[in-house]
C-alpha cells in the first residue's frame, strides 16, 4: 500500500509541473491597427512582462497621437501593463495645419486666400493679390518668380507653403533696385540693400521695382538696368562690387539718372578708369571700425585666443582685419588680460571661395586653442564655420548679420546698407544728395554696427557695447587705416611693433 502511495505521489507533481508548463507558456499577439499609417508588425508576448512600445507609424499630413484599446480611442493602451489576452491596438492620429505665407513686396493680399490649411482641406483657388500701379500677374513658389504661376493648392497638398506675388508695372516706377543675380532674400547685399529701399518707397508712397538678372556678368547686369530705366526709374540702387564696371558705362548712358552704388568704386573693364560720375553716389563704409567693434567684443565676451582668415588683401579685408586686431588689444588692456593674437593666426586665404583646405587650417587653429575666427572672406566663411561647429568653437560674420546662419556665429561686424539706401534715397528727393563723390558712412552716422540682439553674448553687455561705441562717434577711440599707425598704437599699449605688419601676414594661397 505504501509502495502505491509512493508511486502516486510523482505522478501528481509531475502532472502540476506539466499543467504549470502549459499555462507559463500562453504566447498572446498583439496586433496593430495604424488606420492608414504606415505598417506595423504585430508582437507576440508570453504573457509575463510588458512589451515595449513599436516604432511610431507615419501618415503623410497628420500626427500620430498614440495606440488606444478600442476603435474609439477612449482608451489609451498602457504598455507596462502585462497582455493576459490577445489584443489589437488603435493608432489614433491629428491632422497637421500647415502654414500658408504670402510674400506681397508692398502688394495687399486678397481677403479669400487662407493663411491655413490640412490635406483634407477641399482645393484651394488663389484669389489675385493687388498693388497700386502694377498688374498682378500671379503666385509663384520660388522668389525668382520663375517657373509656372501657382493657382490652386490641390486637396491633399502637406506641408507650409510660400507664396511669391509677381507683379508688373502698369504706370512707371519711381526706385530701381537691381541685384547682383542673386535673390532679395540672399542674407546678404541684396537683401539688405532692398529692405532700405522697400522700407523708404512704402514710408514716402513712392513705386518701385527690383530686378533679378540672369547672370552677374557685366553684360547682363547693365541690361538689367537699361529695363528699369525705361520702366521710367529715377534713380537706380547698385548693392555691390560686382556693379563697378556695369555703372561705370551706366552713368554715362543715362546722365540723366541717378545711381547709388553701395560698397563699389565705377571702373572700366580693364581696371584703368575709375570715375564716379556727375550723377552716381558711391557708398563705402569704415571697415576699421566695423572690425575694431568685432575685436574688441570677442575679447570683453571673455577670449583670449583669437584669429582672423581674409579672403584676399584687398583693402577692405586689410581695413577690417587692421581693427580687429586693435579691437582686441584695446580691450585686452581695458580688461588687463594677455591675447594669444599674433600673425600666426591672422592669414589671407586667397581666395572668397569655401575649400575644404580651409576647412582644415581653421581646424588646426581651434585645435590649438584659437576661441574665435573674424572671418572677412565671403563663402569661404562657411569653411571657418564648418571647423568652427566641429570643435565647438565661434565665427565671427561680416558685412551682414550671419547669425542665422549657425549657432556657432558670436556676432558680426555690418554694414549698415539699408540705412544707407534709406538715407541715400531720402536724400535724393529732398534734393540734397551729393553726387559725384565717395561717402564713407562709420559710427557717426550709423554706418557700422554689432547687431546685439542677435548675437550671443553672455558677457559682453549692451551698456559696455553702447559706452565703446560712444568713443568712436565722438573721437576718443581713432582706429588706425595703416599698418605703421597701427603698429603705433599696439606699442603704446605694450605690444611689440612687429606683431602684426604688412609683411609678415601670412597667405595660404598664391
Known amino acids: 500500500m505504501w509502495k502505491s502511495k509512493l508511486f502516486i505521489i510523482p505522478m501528481i507533481l509531475g502532472l502540476g509541473i506539466f499543467l504549470f508548463s502549459c499555462v507559463g507558456s500562453k504566447e498572446y499577439t498583439i496586433s496593430f491597427e495604424s488606420n492608414g499609417g504606415s505598417e506595423v508588425a504585430s508582437i507576440i508576448s508570453d504573457g509575463t512582462t510588458s512589451f515595449t512600445a513599436p516604432q511610431n507609424p507615419i501618415k503623410e499630413g497628420y500626427?500620430?497621437?498614440?495606440?488606444?484599446?478600442?476603435?474609439?480611442?477612449?482608451?489609451?493602451?498602457?504598455?507596462?501593463?502585462?497582455?493576459?489576452?490577445?489584443?489589437?491596438?488603435?493608432?489614433?492620429?491629428?491632422?497637421?495645419?500647415?502654414?500658408?505665407?504670402?510674400?506681397?513686396?508692398?502688394?495687399?493680399?486678397?481677403?479669400?486666400?487662407?493663411?491655413?490649411?490640412?490635406?483634407?482641406?477641399s482645393t484651394i483657388i488663389l484669389e489675385n493679390a493687388n498693388k497700386e500701379g502694377y498688374?498682378?500677374?500671379?503666385?509663384?513658389?520660388?522668389?525668382?518668380?520663375?517657373?509656372?504661376?501657382?493657382?490652386?493648392?490641390?486637396?491633399?497638398?502637406?506641408?507650409?507653403?510660400?507664396?511669391?506675388?509677381?507683379?508688373?508695372?502698369?504706370?512707371?516706377?519711381?526706385?530701381?533696385?537691381?541685384?547682383?543675380?542673386?535673390?532679395?532674400?540672399?542674407?546678404?547685399?541684396?537683401?539688405?540693400?532692398?529692405?532700405?529701399?522697400?522700407?523708404?518707397?512704402?514710408?514716402?508712397?513712392?513705386?518701385?521695382?527690383?530686378?533679378?538678372?540672369?547672370?552677374?556678368?557685366?553684360?547682363?547686369?547693365?541690361?538689367?538696368?537699361?529695363?528699369?530705366?525705361?520702366?521710367?526709374?529715377?534713380?537706380?540702387?547698385?548693392?555691390?562690387?560686382?556693379?563697378?564696371?556695369?555703372?561705370?558705362?551706366?552713368?554715362?548712358?543715362?546722365?540723366?539718372?541717378?545711381?547709388?552704388?553701395?560698397?563699389?568704386?565705377?571702373?572700366?573693364?580693364?581696371?584703368?578708369?575709375?570715375?564716379?560720375?556727375?550723377?552716381?553716389?558711391?557708398?563705402?563704409?569704415?571697415?576699421?571700425?566695423?572690425?575694431?567693434?568685432a575685436g574688441y567684443a570677442a575679447v570683453m565676451e571673455g577670449n583670449t585666443h583669437l584669429g582672423f582668415m581674409g579672403g584676399m588683401p584687398v583693402p577692405m579685408v586689410i581695413s577690417y582685419g587692421m581693427g580687429y586686431i586693435y579691437g582686441a588689444y584695446y580691450a585686452a588692456d581695458e580688461l588687463d588680460v594677455t591675447l594669444d593674437f599674433d600673425d600666426s593666426t591672422y592669414t589671407y586665404l586667397g581666395s572668397f571661395s569655401p575649400s575644404q583646405e580651409f576647412v582644415m587650417l581653421a581646424s588646426n587653429w581651434y585645435q590649438a586653442g584659437t576661441e574665435v575666427i573674424f572671418g572677412v572672406s565671403g563663402g569661404a566663411n562657411l569653411s571657418i564655420i564648418i571647423a568652427a561647429e566641429i570643435y565647438d568653437r565661434n565665427v565671427i560674420g561680416v558685412d551682414v548679420d550671419m547669425s542665422s546662419m549657425s549657432d556657432v556665429i558670436l556676432t558680426s561686424a555690418i554694414k549698415n546698407m539699408s540705412l544707407a539706401a534709406y538715407v541715400a534715397l531720402d536724400d535724393f528727393y529732398k534734393g540734397i544728395l551729393t553726387t559725384g563723390v565717395v561717402l564713407t558712412l562709420g559710427a557717426l552716422d550709423d554706418g557700422i554696427i554689432i547687431p546685439f540682439d542677435t548675437s550671443r553674448f553672455d558677457t559682453f553687455t549692451q551698456a559696455e557695447y553702447d559706452a565703446i561705441y560712444a568713443d568712436l562717434v565722438d573721437g576718443t577711440i581713432v582706429v588706425p587705416t595703416t599698418w605703421n599707425a597701427l603698429a603705433a598704437l599696439l606699442t603704446a599699449l605694450g605690444i611689440e611693433a612687429n606683431t602684426f605688419s604688412e609683411g609678415n601676414v601670412t597667405y595660404v594661397v598664391n
Do not use: R
Not at 474609439?72 to 488603435?90: D, G, M, Q, R
Open 135 to 293: 498688374t498682378f500677374l500671379g503666385w509663384f513658389d520660388n522668389d525668382n518668380l520663375s517657373g509656372d504661376a501657382v493657382t490652386e493648392i490641390e486637396e491633399g497638398t502637406t506641408g507650409d507653403i510660400t507664396l511669391y506675388a509677381k507683379f508688373e508695372l502698369s504706370m512707371g516706377i519711381d526706385i530701381a533696385l537691381i541685384t547682383d543675380g542673386g535673390s532679395i532674400s540672399d542674407e546678404s547685399y541684396n537683401q539688405a540693400v532692398y529692405e532700405g529701399m522697400y522700407q523708404y518707397a512704402v514710408d514716402n508712397g513712392k513705386t518701385f521695382a527690383y530686378y533679378i538678372p540672369e547672370q552677374s556678368n557685366t553684360a547682363d547686369l547693365l541690361a538689367a538696368i537699361i529695363v528699369a530705366i525705361s520702366d521710367g526709374a529715377d534713380i537706380v540702387v547698385l548693392p555691390g562690387f560686382l556693379f563697378e564696371v556695369a555703372a561705370y558705362y551706366a552713368q554715362d548712358l543715362f546722365p540723366d539718372v541717378t545711381f547709388i552704388l553701395i560698397d563699389g568704386y565705377p571702373h572700366d573693364d580693364a581696371y584703368v578708369d575709375f570715375k564716379i560720375g556727375e550723377n552716381t553716389l558711391t557708398v563705402y563704409f569704415n571697415e576699421s571700425q566695423a572690425g575694431f567693434l
Open 63 to 121: 500626427l500620430f497621437d498614440g495606440w488606444y484599446s478600442d476603435a474609439a480611442f477612449e482608451s489609451i493602451y498602457n504598455f507596462k501593463s502585462i497582455p493576459s489576452e490577445n489584443l489589437v491596438l488603435y493608432a489614433k492620429w491629428d491632422l497637421v495645419t500647415y502654414d500658408i505665407y504670402y510674400v506681397l513686396e508692398g502688394g495687399n493680399n486678397s481677403l479669400s486666400n487662407p493663411y491655413h490649411y490640412t490635406m483634407t482641406t
